[in-house]
């Protein structure tokens, strides 16, 4: 890939005009069209009244997919345009990295003064990083000042993120809040049938209808599910047909039943059974280390593996949304830190998602 103005150009999010349009290449229904509309407005003009553009949006929904669609569209029709895209933890690293070079300086003016459109992906990673949290700040200040483009993604609304200074959360949200939601079965069988088309693939509506159906998870398992049919189909030289589809989404799904989310009975007692703890004890007002510890991750698992709200996962536990945050905020830390609690993470996660 080339780099162009510190933007390295992503192939996999191109901005291909449609049909004499200048649209973003993008699939769009009800459940993106604001997100898209909005990332458009903001492609197309260098006035944009939406700014900071903050999009929100589950794994796999296609919120990078989107920030970096609007880069590529700039880059395309201003060449002349200095974009600049970064995930959070790139800008953490380049920020510490100037720090111990003694280059800070050429840091902030890198991102304060020769850009005009800053991209950074997943600011959720920001958590707990106060002195980053206030350069992206003051960045954010000088862009917004400067009349520049600014789009952020993350996973959590900016209230919901573990400590993150009301500064920072002032700023990314000053400007538009959209969200993407899980695609409608209707923009599930589009994304399909495009990404077939660019497969070279001819994929039977009966198909698409029950990938459709069956893969409601997010875009990327529909985009799994799509190239496990097609290698199977490539590999083992049978057709592409709805048997293949079922050994597929089987094999994927790991049963023959609609994938439902876990509940936080079912996940409190999954965590119990691993640590050999009693339920009645992890909801106890007992800050031993041996149930202080299970607790947090109980929590951190529940917002990972539930819809739940932090005051309902609170209740839940018989604690206040404050605690719920801290304990998010802890296991978040120690997921970067201690490979242990990164293992025990993914153990439980993968129990828990098979209902173990």
């Not at 005009?17 to 993106?32: A, F, I, K, M, Q």
Request: glycine letters at 6%; hydrophobic letters at 35%; one cysteine or more.
């Amino acid at each position: 890939m080339t780099s162009r103005g510190g933007w390295k150009e992503h192939t996999d999010y191109p901005l291909t005009p449609r049909d004499g349009d200048d649209d973003l290449d993008l699939v769009v229904g009800p459940c993106n069209e604001f997100a898209y509309s909005a990332a458009l407005e903001v492609a197309r003009s260098q006035r944009t009244r939406y700014n900071p553009l903050l999009v929100l949006a589950d794994v796999g929904l296609g919120k990078s997919h989107l920030s970096c669609a609007v880069g590529n569209h700039v880059l395309e029709k201003t060449p002349g345009q200095k974009v600049f895209y970064t995930t959070a933890e790139g800008f953490v690293t380049e920020m510490v990295n100037g720090l111990r070079r003694k280059q800070l300086d050429q840091f902030k003016e890198k991102y304060r003064n020769q850009c005009d459109l800053l991209v950074i992906d997943g600011i959720e990673f920001l958590s707990g990083k106060a002195h980053t949290q206030m350069e992206l700040a003051h960045t954010l200040d000088a862009l917004t000042s400067a009349k520049k483009r600014i789009v952020l993604t993350s996973n959590l609304p900016p209230k919901e993120i573990p400590e993150m200074e009301e500064t920072l959360k002032s700023r990314v949200t000053s400007g538009l809040v959209v969200d993407i939601k899980p695609p409608d079965p209707e923009t599930r069988c589009r994304i399909l049938q495009q990404k077939a088309r660019q497969e070279g693939v001819s994929l039977p509506d009966d198909v698409t209808e029950f990938l459709a159906k069956r893969l409601t998870g997010n875009v990327r398992q529909l985009e799994s599910g799509l190239i496990n049919l097609i290698a199977k189909a490539s590999l083992l030289r049978r057709p592409i047909d709805l048997d293949l589809a079922r050994e597929v989404t089987s094999t994927i799904l790991r049963d023959n039943s609609f994938p439902a989310k876990p509940t936080i009975e079912q996940i409190l007692e999954c965590v119990c059974n691993y640590f050999k703890i009693e339920p009645e004890a992890i909801v106890s007002k007992s800050r031993k280390r041996s149930l202080y510890y299970p607790r947090q991750i109980a929590m951190y698992l529940c917002r990972k593996h539930t819809d739940a709200t932090l005051t309902a996962i609170g209740k839940a536990f018989k604690r206040d949304h404050a605690s719920v945050i801290h304990s998010l905020a802890v296991i978040q830390k120690k997921c970067v830190a201690d490979a242990t609690t990164r293992h025990q993470i993914a153990f439980l996660s993968e129990r828990i998602m098979k209902g173990l």
